[in-house]
């Protein structure tokens, strides 16, 4: 900037002196140089052009990166949110599931309360029906080892109760002593 400003300078002021003082050759410039000059100035005119551009693209790069990074947090934060949401609602969902199976459940050990093994099935449900005796059976196995009600076992499974748990005391007790291959 500083050197176009100079240039002006000794330009306007070498313009001026020539037309002023046309006999005298201290401040005349020659057309040679003249031009030299124009030239200087016109490139630096030109870069400085091409800088501010180069600054205005760089303004519009950064700007159109902080849009791209305001969207993307605004998307994630909104998929945050409807993932959190969801989450509620399945939670929800299941806790009402949960409530419904239970209150049947609890229905049917109340309807076939007088069957074998119904009094022992209620003591050990409490929060799940996966919960075990001291004998470490399962309210499902006592079910179907007492020949309860299918209603009963139907109930149970469909509460939650795992079909896949394994008591190798239970099957010796139900299977006599026979050697059992698994």
Known sequence: MKLIITLILVLSFAIGCSQENTNSQVFEIDEETKKMLQQ??????????????????QALNDKRKAEEEAYNQALNDKRKAEEEEY???LISQRNTESSRLA????????????EPGIAEIKKII????????????????I???NNSNIAV?????????????????LIKRVCGRRTLLL
């Open 87 to 89: 989450q509620k609602k």
């Open 126 to 141: 409490d929060n799940s029906v996966n919960n075990v005796n001291d004998d470490n059976y399962t309210p499902l196995m």
């Open 40 to 57: 200087e100035f016109i490139e630096n005119l030109e870069n400085e052009r091409k800088l501010e551009e180069e600054a205005y693209a």
């Open 153 to 169: 076992i139907k109930s149970l499974i469909e509460a939650g109760a795992n079909v896949n748990i394994i008591s190798l005391t």
């Open 143 to 145: 079910a179907t080892v």
């Open 103 to 114: 209150s049947s459940l609890q229905g049917t050990l109340d309807k076939y309360k007088n």
